[in-house]
């Protein structure tokens, strides 16, 4: 049985940091691809980072444009972990953040693509 779960969210400041991790079980992260959204109140779910399947140099990685040079999407192999390194928070990043995990090539950027979820982690960046 295949199991996601995040930790890591929390209450932070504007421009402070934050690293969300996803463990998971009954799948070997380097197989899967992966994919950190977030859901603002009020919003849709959105993608955030993700992440493809494999490792070293053959490894691809995806930003939204907004979020791009200040979060890194990674994975511990041997830890079989996901992380989402979240810095310079701004306000309007408040939401639930769920990892997703999918046995598929390449980024994967809808929801649809995705098998695995996580139940999600609040964070909160207070203005």
């Known amino acids: 049985q295949v199991q996601l779960v995040e930790a890591g969210g929390g209450l932070v400041q504007a421009g402070g940091s934050l690293r969300l991790s996803c463990t998971s079980s009954?799948?070997?992260?380097?197989?899967?691809?992966m994919g950190w959204f977030r859901q603002a109140p009020g919003k849709e779910r959105e993608l955030v980072a993700a992440?493809?399947?494999?490792?070293?140099?053959?490894?691809?990685?995806y930003y939204s444009d907004s979020v791009k040079g200040r979060f890194t999407i990674s994975r511990d192999i041997a830890k079989n972990t996901g992380y989402l390194q979240m810095d310079s928070l701004k306000p309007e990043e408040t939401g639930i953040y769920y990892c997703?995990?999918?046995?598929?090539?390449?980024?994967?950027?809808?929801?649809?693509?995705?098998?695995?979820w996580g139940q999600g982690t609040q964070v909160t960046v207070s203005s």
């Open positions: 997703a995990a999918a046995r598929a090539q390449g980024i994967l950027t809808t929801e649809g693509e995705y098998d695995y």
């Open positions: 009954g799948l070997s992260v380097s197989n899967y691809a």
């Open positions: 992440i493809s399947w494999g490792w070293g140099s053959g490894v691809r990685t």
